[in-house]
């Protein structure tokens, strides 16, 4: 008899447990989207304090991040995937032109356009710099293959394969992360 008792106990126990997930929801019940959470656009150096800088990657950023920082004019953006969110995002706007945007370390920094090399668009922000093959056109492109290179200083040099994107705005499903 006591073991029944005890085994009742520890599936009560489990019953209780099995429905707690922290929501007074039914599972089924949809919930509504959250606001994209917009990163502030900071000085490189503050981005860059406390970062581990050989691990340090671009974000992916979200159209209220990019609009925020660059306005609404065109743009040119770097994707990792072809349907993914840009890493890299340069104004074409006649009055920003060349301007960038990049995200790491959760951090937005500005970016200002540099020397370039042949063949290659350069952007900068003190220790940082991108830089983008093909060189990214003036005016509307179609989607085509890219090459970005993430340099911070001496300490990170890293080459990434994706997809330079000169549509003019960033594409409307960013806008929900």
Request: proline share 10%; aromatic share 4%.
């Amino acid at each position: 008899m006591r073991a029944h008792a005890g085994f009742g106990a520890v599936a009560a126990l489990g019953v209780l447990l099995g429905g707690c997930d922290g929501s007074d929801a039914p599972d089924d019940v949809v919930r509504p989207e959250r606001a994209p959470r917009i990163a502030t656009v900071v000085p490189v150096d503050q981005a860059l304090e406390n970062a581990h800088v050989p691990t340090l990657d671009p974000g992916t950023m979200n159209d209220a991040e990019i609009r925020l920082a660059l306005g609404a004019g065109p743009l040119c953006m770097v994707q990792y995937t072809t349907v993914g969110g840009p890493v890299l995002a340069v104004s074409q706007d006649p009055g920003a032109a060349g301007a960038g945007l990049v995200k790491f370390n959760g951090h937005l920094v500005r970016l200002e356009p540099a020397a370039a090399e042949p063949g290659w668009s350069r952007l900068q922000a003190g220790p940082v710099r991108l830089s983008v093959a093909p060189p990214l056109p003036e005016g509307v492109a179609p989607l085509q293959d890219a090459e970005l290179v993430f340099e911070v200083g001496e300490e990170l040099r890293v080459g990434y394969r994706g997809f330079l994107d000169c549509a003019g705005a960033p594409p409307t499903h960013l806008s929900r992360r």
